[in-house]
């Protein structure tokens, strides 16, 4: 099973949780303390396996390896300290928190990377998309400045700063799709190649499959 499949599945089952405690909330009036956990893993869940669902879509197309593996690793890891977090009786002490704040908040920028990455730009447009990458990882950084370092940053200035930025984010993200369509078809033997590689990919794959299947006889 590839790994965008693994993630698909969980997120189909974690909005079919959320969707049936919603339901039950609403028809039985009750929602009670275990409920709102089980809720709360549930969003977890969906939130890792949106993540996941970049990264591994990504990591199939052969494109960037290194960082959809790290994507997936942190998306893994941030979902299972915060399931902990919700069904712990602890608060969680700080150096936990930050943690997993910087664990998600790495995640949500590699998935983001990810996606970007996934649009064949032009020479004249390939401006956009390391754009984009940098203004992430300026956001990022003064995200993670906040957090472990100045805990009592001037409120002003960062608002600025993160607002700004935010917006600059935004608006390379609606450009680089655009990009993407005004590039065209992209060249063909580059196409090819891209093929022959996805060919050999799932034709190992598929040996690998055959092989566990002798190996059971």
Known sequence: MNTKRVF???????????????????????????????????????????????????????????????????????????????????????????????????????????????ADLEKKFVWAQYAAYLAAAFLVGVLLYVIWINNEPNEEVMARIIGSNSVLLAALTVIVPIFHKLSGPPDEKAALENEIESTRERLNELEERLESFEGEQ
């Open 8 to 118: 698909l599945y969980l997120l189909i089952a974690s909005v079919a949780v959320s969707a049936l405690l919603g339901i039950g909330v609403i028809l039985l009036g009750q929602f009670g303390e275990t409920e709102s956990r089980i809720l709360g893993t549930s969003l977890t869940i969906t939130v890792m396996s949106l993540l996941g669902l970049a990264c591994g879509a990504n990591f199939e197309s052969g494109r960037l390896k290194l960082v959809p593996i790290a994507g997936i690793g942190l998306a893994v890891i941030s979902a299972l300290i915060w399931i902990v977090i919700i069904w712990s009786n602890a608060d969680g002490s700080e150096y936990v928190l930050k943690t997993v704040f910087t664990s998600t908040l790495l995640a949500t920028a590699f998935s983001y990377s990810s996606l970007i990455n996934f």
